[in-house]
């Protein structure tokens, strides 16, 4: 299996400037998760879905941010504006059960850079 | 919320030593996983083990639920082991979010 995948690897974009993050999970996997990890806050949790359904959105920083999860194999994070306070490497993260009850298996992350 | 104490913060080696790693939380837990970061970045997964003993190669790793710590072991180590290790447990009846640990940097000098 490929692993969880995504695109793009890093990104540069100026403030104001709208990001898109793009995440393909394992085949077969139920659950997706979407990760921040910035030195000062460490890896934290932004939302999840299962079944495509989002489940917890709660560590959404504001409403810049929005996930989608159109299909069981493509998942979305946007930031609408982007701010310099974004930057961040964002890791996506999938598990074959619901929940994070089960092991979760990271994609290599998308370094962000906002100027 | 629950807290995840990795210890110690920082370590160095050299090439061929052992090492063990910890993790202590303070509640009850249903999963947790150690994971290895390495320098370029790449979170990966180690152990799944919420309790119990595993083994792989020269890592091995024990949790010990009721008295709420995990022990991560490197023996023989490389210089490949560089990176940090995370800790990260899921709660039992609590909030469905795996917290992370702030990780033990290890460093193994050739």
Redesign the interface.
């Known amino acids: 299996d490929a692993g969880v995948i995504q695109s793009p690897r890093h990104e540069v974009t100026e403030m104001g400037q709208e990001v898109t993050l793009r995440c393909k999970p394992i085949s077969g996997h139920n659950s997706l998760f979407w990760y921040r990890q910035t030195m000062m806050r460490?890896?934290e949790?932004l939302i999840?879905f299962n079944n495509n359904v989002p489940?917890?959105d709660?560590?959404m920083p504001e409403d810049r941010f929005s996930a989608k999860m159109p299909n069981a194999s493509f998942s979305t994070l946007k930031i609408q504006p982007s701010e310099p306070r974004d930057s961040a490497?964002y890791?996506c993260a999938s598990s074959p059960g619901y929940?994070?009850?089960?092991?979760?298996?990271?994609g290599?992350?998308t370094?962000l850079t906002v100027t | 919320g629950i807290q995840v104490e990795q210890s110690p913060p920082d370590l160095i080696l050299q090439e061929g030593a052992n090492s063990t790693l910890r993790c202590n939380f303070s509640d009850s837990v249903?999963?947790l996983?150690w994971?290895h970061q390495n320098p370029w970045?790449?979170?990966?997964?180690l152990f799944?083990i919420p309790s119990g003993t595993k083994q792989n190669g020269r890592l091995s790793a024990t949790t010990v639920a009721t008295e709420r710590y995990s022990l991560l072991y490197i023996s023989s180590s490389q210089t490949t082991d560089s990176g940090v290790y995370?800790c990260?447990v899921?709660t039992q009846g609590g909030?469905?979010?795996?917290v992370?640990g702030?990780?033990t940097k290890l460093t193994v000098n050739p």
């Open positions: 460490g890896l949790l999840y489940i917890d709660s560590g490497v890791f929940g994070s009850l089960y092991e979760q298996y990271f290599p992350g370094r | 249903n999963n996983q994971f970045g790449q979170l990966i997964n799944y995370f990260a899921l909030s469905e979010k795996l992370f702030k990780g």
